[in-house]
């Protein structure tokens, strides 16, 4: 793997953003108004607090460590939708540049978004509504990387889709991730789904994240386990889509689709 | 005789029961520019394609500087280019910004030295710092050649790099890449629907119908097999025999 390569990319998209307006919204302006929308949704539960404990710091917090995970995914398919509507697939491709190069450089354009969107949500949450995400203390750090990991894995994995099934399958950039909001227990325990859904939420990595923040907001229990289980399946997940991304690239190149995605 | 530059053998690519490239084999010799012609769907761009790793031939063999492009994808790409009238660069980046990537993702050394030098060469200083977008048909044509020669590649594939080009750019065109050829020894396969345009730049014509090469050689060499009175009226035979 070339630094140099990888670099090239993320440079590409830097100059991308340095002159767009709509593309600087999407780090700006969506999250923030996500974060008005369920900040006044949390004061006025906070109404309710004797009957939802913690409700602020629940549903605040939650939203915050969603938008990591929902903007990790989204560095690694905008990235790749942004090549495909510049056209730009068969200059890459044909350039010495590696299928793995390419995943790497969307990952790290995964990592300056959600660096950039938690800036502005934090600061928000702290200005707008006092909120303190830090409540969390040092188990925000682990939290944060298996929800980026969480984000990279539906990412590669949409990409890999958008690469085979062409731009009809664009719409999957914006709604996959959302596929896996019912089942990643994000604002209410895993306890609440019906046995057979637990089960499948179980093996979500993100599930794992969200019930430990709960518990480390709870102050019930240290979320250990809960963290070794998001690590492993993240790993695991990430090691099979990189390796259908993989696949799918080939097959691209044997049917010819790489060429022909945006026309 | 030189060793050749790019070697196919018996390239085959079939998309399910269509077969787009039937059995082609050629040679680029270092310094030759070898004329790709043909009627649309004659299999020209899928080559080219398969030459640039895009697409996976579904047999045959494609060696360039004695290197097999399956196995040595990275060593071949770094000293291969193209630029074609169908393909663009990114269109919200400004020209210069374009030739930066490119520069990097060959991994280029001095990089604005040879930016300057290119945009210098094509004569784009005028609009160097425009936005892609922004460019006319004919500095777009410049951009698509500079980001190629950009990274000095030993072979060039040129997918009509003069379509929809005023005739006064377009000679400007064939003379800096008649200069570049002379001066660098540089080898480039050439496809161009314009037949006097085949004439004045290839060395030698394969010419491919249905995807398999049913004539090579010089261009006089192919105008007297076919008894035409020009490669125009060669081209026209074939593409109504198609």
Same mark, same amino acid.
């Given at each position: 793997?070339?630094i ?12 991308l953003?340095?002159r767009?307006?709509?593309r600087?919204?999407?780090i700006?302006?969506?999250?923030f ?6 900040g ?26 969603w938008?990591?995970?929902f903007?990790?995914q ?13 056209r730009?697939?068969m ?7 590696k299928?793995?190069e ?8 995964s ?7 938690s800036?502005?949500m ?17 188990w ?6 298996n929800l ?18 062409g731009q009809?399958?664009e719409?999957l950039?914006w ?18 789904l ?34 070794a ?5 993240n ?18 190149r ?10 | 005789?030189?060793t ?12 399910g029961?269509?077969?787009a490239v ?23 761009t899928?080559?080219i394609?398969?030459l640039l ?7 045959g ?6 290197l097999?492009?399956a196995t ?5 790409l ?11 660069l990114p269109?919200?980046l400004?020209v ?5 990537v ?6 280029? %050394?001095?990089?604005?030295?040879r ?5 210098k060469?094509? $004569? /784009?200083? =005028?609009?160097?710092?425009? +936005?892609?977008?922004k ?15 950009l ?11 003069t ?18 050829r002379? %001066? ?6 050439y496809?161009s629907h314009?037949?006097? $345009? /085949?004439e =004045?730049?290839s060395d030698? +014509?394969?010419f491919?119908?249905r ?5 090579e ?5 192919i ?14 035979k074939?593409a109504?025999?198609?």
């Open positions: 793997m070339k140099h390569r990888i670099y090239a990319l993320v440079a590409r998209h830097l100059y953003y340095r767009s307006l709509p600087m919204m999407e700006f302006y969506w999250p108004l996500d974060l008005v929308i369920w006044f949704i949390t004061v006025y539960l906070m109404k309710f607090q004797g009957q939802i404990p913690g409700a602020v710091t629940f549903f605040l917090g939650a939203l915050i460590l938008d990591v995970l903007r990790a989204q560095g690694i398919t905008i990235s790749f939708l942004e090549e495909i509507w510049a730009n697939l200059n890459l491709f044909a350039s010495p540049l299928p793995s390419f995943l790497a450089a969307t990952m790290v354009m990592v300056l978004k959600v660096s950039a969107v800036v502005v934090v600061a928000c949450a702290g200005l707008f509504y006092s909120y303190n995400i830090f409540v969390i203390g040092m925000l750090v682990p939290f944060i990387l980026v990991m969480t984000g990279w894995i539906i990412g590669v994995l949409t990409t890999a889709l958008i690469m085979r099934f009809e399958a719409v950039a709604s996959m991730v959302f596929m896996f909001q019912p089942i990643s227990c994000v604002f209410y325990p895993m306890e609440v019906p046995g057979w859904l637990q089960a499948i939420a179980w093996v979500n990595p993100a599930a794992h994240v969200f019930e430990g923040m709960r518990a480390v907001l709870n102050a019930s229990a240290e979320p250990i386990a809960h963290l289980w998001a690590t492993g399946l790993l695991l997940f990430l090691g099979i889509v990189i390796a259908a991304f993989h696949w799918t690239f080939e097959l691209c044997e049917r010819g689709l790489l060429v022909r995605i945006g026309e | 005789m030189s050749p530059v790019l070697h196919v053998q018996h390239l085959v690519k079939r998309f029961a269509f077969v039937n059995d082609i084999s050629f040679d680029i010799r270092p310094g030759e520019i070898l004329g790709l012609l043909g009627p649309n769907g004659a299999g020209k899928t080559t394609q398969m790793g895009v697409v996976t031939p579904t047999a063999s494609i060696q360039m500087f004695g097999d492009l040595h994808r990275e060593a071949i770094q000293q291969v280019n193209f630029s074609s009238t169908y393909v663009s269109q919200a400004t210069e910004e374009n030739l930066w490119i520069a990097r993702l060959y991994g280029l %050394s001095q990089i604005q030295e930016v300057d030098d290119i945009v060469r094509l $004569e /784009m200083e =005028e609009f160097r710092h425009k +936005i892609t977008r460019l006319s048909s004919g500095q777009s044509t410049r951009l698509g050649l500079a980001k190629a020669f990274t000095d590649p030993k072979i060039l594939f040129l997918d009509e790099p379509a929809s080009l005023d005739p006064d750019i377009a000679q400007k065109i064939r003379s800096f890449l008649k200069e570049e002379r %001066s660098s020894g540089l080898s480039v396969l496809t314009n037949m006097h $345009e /085949m =004045e730049m030698r +014509i394969i491919l119908q995807g398999k090469i049913v004539a050689g010089t261009a006089q060499e105008v007297a097999r076919f008894g035409q009175a020009d490669l125009e009226k060669v081209f026209v074939l109504r025999e198609n």
